[in-house]
């Protein structure tokens, strides 16, 4: 069975991480969200991948090659407008001539979840599902011992709480209902769409259920969440120096250093050629890539930093995503809040509770203070001893 993974999107909600790569491509636990899903389909013996690609594509393709390197073959097709997921999967009717497996780039899946669809399947159509407390941003599945009857999008049904994680076994007879819905007047064309198509006029399609990992990450600080659940899966890793202390499950990089008088409680996850100074304190739940350089009396916990960032000293860094390339200076320090409202696109979306998320290449002078809920967009200038409010745009100048 060959696997297509749709990973052509942008992810605007995700901004302002996703200003310089698609929304596939944010690590978690210094590893891209797609290779999960990559990783998840080969551990089920699927070896033939088929990558949508779009937004940002050379990163994902750079990356994945041919797939030699993970044992795989891999293909693209590139989806030039990104007009919906049923029109994404229409690129790869002249790729499957069988049943074919479709997921999402940007969920995180194991591969039991992946299991739990190809050994219940039957043929037809199957849509794995999901209970989830939050329904309002997903299409909700509604069946009957297995049967699905409808599934709805934007709405909420009484009784009903599984909801679609967009992960489907299809075969060759679903591009007969997307052509009818690309025929339609909606503008964007979901593959529900064209699989409610299918339930009306009587095709067999049918949901089941999974208990295992599947996490969506809709929204930038979402990443917090995602990448704290994989770090409690991280084993004890060494192949860096440690002069400091670790305690529990602490991986590190090869030609990373973590110098006297540090502090590290696990899960943590540091990359390679790193180098953590003397008396930096690193608490659960952050991710440290590769290249990255922190100076001495900082303090970072549940956090995510992406590669070749240099964090200046006396720091304090809690519940926030510093993408690629930033200089940050001494005395650097994050709010955190709960309960957020975030201003995305004309639309307020609710966080939990996180802190700051900065954009890639930013410089960051010494002395600044980052309150609760603030993004920074990419190429920015915060001049020291500035205390950030609200939201940056792009290439902008801070002062105080």
Request: proline share 2%; aromatic share 6%; net charge negative.
């Amino acid at each position: 069975m060959k696997a297509i993974i749709l990973a052509a999107g942008e992810g605007t909600r995700c901004r302002p991480l996703t200003f310089t790569r698609s929304k596939v491509m944010l690590p978690i636990a210094n590893k891209p969200v797609i290779e999960y899903a990559v990783r998840a389909l080969y551990g089920n013996g699927i070896v033939d991948i088929i990558i949508v690609v779009g937004y940002a594509k050379e990163r994902i393709m750079n990356y994945f090659g041919n797939g030699k390197d993970f044992d795989l073959n891999i293909e693209y097709v590139e989806q030039k407008q990104q007009l919906g997921t049923a029109h994404a999967i229409d690129q790869v009717k002249d790729l499957v001539d069988d049943e074919f497996l479709v997921l999402n780039g940007d969920n995180l899946v194991s591969a039991k979840t992946i299991t739990d669809l190809i050994k219940r399947h039957e043929g037809g159509i199957s849509i794995l599902t999901v209970a989830s407390a939050n329904t309002t941003e997903y299409a909700i599945v509604e069946e009957t011992n297995t049967k699905v009857k409808r599934i709805v999008e934007g709405q909420k049904l009484k009784k009903v709480s599984n909801i679609n994680t967009g992960i489907y076994i299809l075969n060759p007879d679903i591009f007969g209902a997307i052509r009818e819905t690309l025929q339609s007047n909606l503008g964007e064309f979901g593959i529900t769409d064209s699989i409610q198509n299918m339930v009306d006029e009587g095709y067999n399609v049918h949901a089941y259920k999974t208990n295992h990992t599947w996490m969506d990450v809709a929204h930038s600080w979402d990443l917090l969440d995602v990448n704290a659940r994989i770090l409690e899966d991280v084993s004890r890793s060494v192949n860096g120096t440690i002069h400091g202390t670790t305690k529990g499950q602490v991986k590190v990089g090869s030609n990373s250093i973590i110098r006297e008088g540090s502090y590290i409680t696990g899960p943590v996850v540091i990359g390679k050629n790193c180098d953590i100074g003397a008396n930096v304190v690193i608490a659960p739940s952050t991710s440290i890539g590769n290249n990255v350089t922190i100076e001495p009396f900082t303090y970072i916990r549940n956090s995510v930093i992406f590669d070749n960032v240099y964090i200046g000293s006396q720091s304090t860094i809690k519940n926030s995503i510093i993408a690629e390339n930033n200089i940050i200076g001494s005395h650097f320090t994050t709010d955190t809040g709960k309960n957020l409202l975030i201003e995305l696109g004309g639309n307020l979306y609710r966080a939990d509770e996180f802190g700051t998320i900065l954009g890639d290449s930013n410089i960051i002078g010494g002395n600044v203070s980052m309150m609760a809920g603030t993004l920074v967009g990419t190429e920015c200038r915060i001049e020291t001893g500035t205390v950030v409010r609200k939201q940056i745009p792009n290439h902008s100048l801070v002062m105080q």
